[in-house]
């Protein structure tokens, strides 16, 4: 039996789209925005550790397979090693462990809206890290619009009056959320000035990453926390996806569309995915959020296009004399 393609529609036509940047940064933000989702259902039955670990061996077993198959090598050097160590503790094992309090506490939409911050601690690490950043009009306004925004989404204004227990719960699980996104901050320029420079592959590099940060977890999950009891099979099947999908083939996803389109385009899918992450959240999982958070993510935004250069506002030009 043969499938034919539709009228006016070459054979091609879906290879062609599916290789095309635009569609791999639309799977982009559809896997990442969904992740916070498996997050919550993972962390139903799995404390943080666990679901950071195996999030992590999700993502790093499937990616060493395919460089096995590839023929490829991980990197060897011990320096390399190291760099790749300190990465994957800012960037995957801290954060996705902090991750996994926060979705004890907060809607897995309110944590894709913290999630948007990510590219002010970036921005601002960035100018401390690194001798090329230099700080400009747009990135200071972007970060006090930013900053403004996460405050919003935190409804700081709760801590002039009385605050019920339920409601610090939630600032501390948002505040989780910042922790993590906090992390991405530092590791981001820290992977940029002494990782980026090395000749191996990205497969190579996110594949001995996500193994070695992975390593402590191995260690210190089955000391603190046991073997996992009560585990369903939504929450095998979240854990996988997670971790197959929103860390190992997101990885080769970003990858692919900083090659193709350039870095700063391939950020801006961290605008994309609070939508994906709150329509998820309220469509699949019935949850609510207060009006002060969405509003706080469209603000958050605009502080970060802002720091970006992907929104300017250019000094007024003087008047000329007549």
């Known amino acids: 039996m043969s499938v034919l393609a539709p009228s006016g529609a070459s054979p091609g036509t879906a290879s062609r789209i599916l290789s095309d940047w635009r569609a791999k940064f639309v799977l982009l933000a559809l896997i990442w925005g969904l992740s916070f989702l498996f997050i919550k259902v993972g962390a139903q039955a799995l404390t943080p550790l666990q679901l950071s670990l195996g999030r992590m061996l999700c993502g790093g077993l499937p990616l060493l397979a395919v460089l096995a198959l590839r023929g490829g090598r991980v990197p060897r050097s011990p320096r390399l090693w190291w760099h790749l160590f300190v990465t994957a503790l800012l960037l995957n094992t801290i954060p996705?462990?902090?991750?996994?309090?926060?979705a004890q506490l907060i809607p897995s939409a309110l944590m894709g809206i913290v999630n948007a911050s990510t590219p002010l601690f970036a921005v601002v690490f960035s100018m401390l890290l690194?001798?090329?950043?230099?700080?400009?009009?747009?990135?200071?306004?972007?970060?006090?619009?930013?900053?403004?925004?996460?405050?919003?989404?935190?409804?700081?204004?709760?801590s002039l009056g009385e605050v019920a227990v339920s409601d610090r719960d939630a600032q501390l699980g948002m505040l989780f959320v910042v922790g993590a996104t906090a992390c991405y901050g530092i590791g981001t320029p820290y992977l940029r000035r002494f990782v980026a420079g090395s000749p191996h592959g990205a497969l190579e590099l996110s594949t001995l990453q996500l193994l070695l940060g992975a390593a402590?977890?191995?260690?210190?999950?089955?000391?603190?926390?046991?073997?996992?009891?009560?585990?369903?099979?939504?929450?095998?099947?979240?854990?996988?996806?997670?971790?197959?999908?929103?860390?190992?083939?997101?990885?080769?996803?970003q990858y692919a569309i900083v090659r193709a389109a350039g870095a700063t385009v391939a950020t801006t899918v961290t605008y994309v995915v609070p939508l994906v992450a709150v329509v998820a959240g309220v469509v699949l999982m019935g949850e609510t959020l207060a009006w002060n958070q969405p509003l706080g993510a469209v603000v958050i935004i605009v502080g970060a296009a802002l720091c970006q250069g992907l929104l300017r506002v250019r000094p007024a030009r003087p008047v000329a004399d007549h």
Do not use: C, H
Request: negative net charge; aromatic residues 10%; charged residues 10%.
């Open 216 to 253: 402590p977890l191995v260690l210190l999950a089955p000391v603190l926390d046991g073997v996992p009891t009560g585990v369903t099979w939504q929450v095998v099947v979240s854990v996988v996806l997670l971790g197959s999908l929103g860390t190992g083939a997101a990885y080769i996803l």
């Open 96 to 102: 996705f462990t902090l991750f996994g309090y926060a």
């Open 130 to 158: 690194l001798s090329d950043e230099r700080p400009d009009l747009n990135r200071i306004l972007g970060l006090g619009v930013g900053f403004l925004g996460v405050l919003t989404v935190l409804g700081v204004w709760n």
